[in-house]
């Protein structure tokens, strides 16, 4: 029996391995898309209608915060300034880097009027069109707590203003609704009269009901037998519209019979009820992992399964098979294994 569950499993791992690969490749292709995934956080802060800046993080709840916003914007504005003085400073250059390293070291790279950008970063030129920012750009990168600040300006002169902005009462504004600060991924905040506010906030929570129909094998023991499913699950978002949780109920019906010596025998149909819990393991897709309960159960006849408990692992959108492996529960501490492969339509 050992053998051939672990000949099972090799060939469902085969089948599967083909469908893995390609979506690496899916993902090593799409790396340029999703190159600021760790950086879902936006906090958009308008001083005036000249300036815009993008503080990018992790988490909000953490970002509002952070003290350091201000004391870097001052030293990339005293920085800039050395910088002009020198000859060839590039001063109306549309992009500037600006590292700061944890020792306190920091370092200033602006390109060069000329400069032709090698290739596109089609994540940034969709933020730039939705956003509508402004042409002169400065990011700021803090090493220490791995964030970015990107400021845009429509003069490059004009970063000298930021001096004189506290971006800190932004964050404070930014801060006041703790509803909006937990369910937003973005929150925009504008000065107006001298005073912050909250424009807009943004964020997805749309749960969602799905079912699903499947046909596939089951294992239990040494026989293999035929199986239909059908799946009714309760999926849970997070305020990227990204599901996080799954849980929902499981009805499959499978056929159990001895097929010795080319012959059907001992036939009966068995059902199984199944109560599932998965999360997703995955950032950008939906590779859910988790467990689920059970009661088996038979059709007009009697049989070792009848009203027996069961429990088991569940894996969902690992490549196009589903799989379930389970313990099924007998008295006297008795228990056998039982896999199954589904195909869902």
């Not at 898309?33 to 802060?45: E, F, G, H, K, Q």
């Not at 953490?62 to 050395?82: C, F, Q, R, W």
Request: some cysteine; aromatic content about 12%; charged content about 20%.
């Amino acid at each position: 029996m050992k053998k051939q569950m672990l000949f099972a499993l090799g060939l469902c791992y085969a089948l599967n391995i083909n469908n893995s690969n390609a979506q690496a490749l899916s993902m090593d292709m799409d790396e340029s898309a999703n190159v600021a995934i760790n950086y879902r956080d936006t906090i958009l802060i308008r001083p005036d209608a000249t300036t815009q800046v993008l503080f990018l993080g992790k988490n909000l709840d953490e970002m509002i915060n952070y003290t350091g916003l201000d004391s870097l914007k001052n030293l990339l504005v005293a920085d800039v300034d050395k910088a002009r003085t020198q000859p060839g400073y590039p001063a109306q250059s549309k992009l500037t880097h600006y590292f700061v390293h944890p020792n306190g070291k920091r370092r200033l790279k602006a390109e060069s009027e000329d400069y032709a950008e090698p290739q596109v970063n089609v994540a940034d030129e969709e933020r730039s069109l939705y956003l509508d920012l402004l042409p002169y750009q400065f990011i700021i990168y803090d090493f220490a707590k791995n964030y970015r600040i990107h400021i845009y300006l429509k003069n490059p002169d004009d970063l000298n203003k930021l001096a004189s902005v506290n971006f800190k009462d932004a964050l404070i504004a930014a801060s006041l609704n703790k509803k909006t600060v937990k369910h937003s991924y973005r929150i925009d905040a504008l000065k107006s009269n001298d005073n912050w506010k909250v424009e807009n906030s943004y964020g997805n929570k749309l749960d969602q009901l799905e079912s699903g129909f499947a046909i596939g094998v089951n294992l239990i023991g040494s026989r293999l037998s035929p199986l239909a499913n059908f799946d009714l699950s309760l999926i849970f978002n997070n305020k990227y519209n990204h599901p996080f949780i799954k849980t929902g109920f499981s009805y499959s019906v499978s056929s159990f019979s001895n097929w010795d010596n080319s012959e059907i025998t001992d036939l009966c149909i068995l059902s199984s009820y199944d109560l599932k819990f998965l999360t997703n393991l995955s950032q950008d897709k939906t590779h859910w992992f988790g467990v689920q309960f059970g009661i088996m159960d038979n059709y007009k006849s009697s049989s070792p399964f009848d009203n027996k408990f069961k429990f088991g692992f569940v894996s969902e959108g690992f490549g196009r098979l589903n799989y379930s492996l389970d313990v099924i529960l007998f008295e006297k501490k008795q228990s056998i294994y039982g896999l199954t492969v589904k195909l869902p339509f």
